[in-house]
């Protein structure tokens, strides 16, 4: 949180950044990233997730340098999982994923449940399936719809909004 906090303000203090007009977005690791940065922060005003795993706990057997398991630090796995926190994402987050993803840590599942938990806890999210795409994206049409997706995304909900996300900073130039 304080390295995306440093980044946005370091944005601003260059002038060429609006700090209530920030979005952030990452694949795979870099989008359980950010959907871990959307559920315990207000930084950014929407979120873009590609092919990201949300619950650690259907990654029982360790994730990244974790080498414990699940049972050996359940709270470890619930803490880091996004999904845990769902309901706390109160920013616009668009989740994309390949139908056909077989890493093991990425399944499509993921997406799917996390997805319904945003939504289920009344956030505004949307889901693109990419079909027979898997982890890495490769068809030109796959690809062409996903960069209209993220392109239409970001123009609604960070370029054009029209409301800041709640708890959003306000920086000095917005206050009366």
Known sequence: MMNAE???????????????????GGHSYGAFMTANLLAH???????????????RTLTPFGFQREERSYW?????YNY??????????????????GEADNNSGTFPIQSIRFYNAVK??????R????????????????????????DTW?????KNATTKPEGAKIDSKDRD
């Open 6 to 24: 440093a980044a946005i303000d370091a944005v601003v203090e260059l002038g060429v950044g609006d700090r209530n007009r920030v979005g952030v």
């Open 41 to 55: 922060s207000d930084l950014f005003a929407a979120g873009i997730a590609r092919s990201g795993a949300y619950n």
């Open 72 to 76: 050996e630090d359940p709270d470890l």
């Open 80 to 97: 880091m999982s996004p999904f845990m926190h769902a309901d706390k994402v109160n920013e616009p987050l668009l989740l994309i994923h």
């Open 120 to 125: 289920g806890h009344g956030g505004t999210a």
């Open 127 to 150: 889901l693109v399936m990419l079909p027979e795409e898997s982890h890495g994206y490769a068809a030109k049409e796959s690809i062409l719809h996903m960069l209209w997706e993220m």
């Open 154 to 158: 970001l123009e609604e909900h960070v």
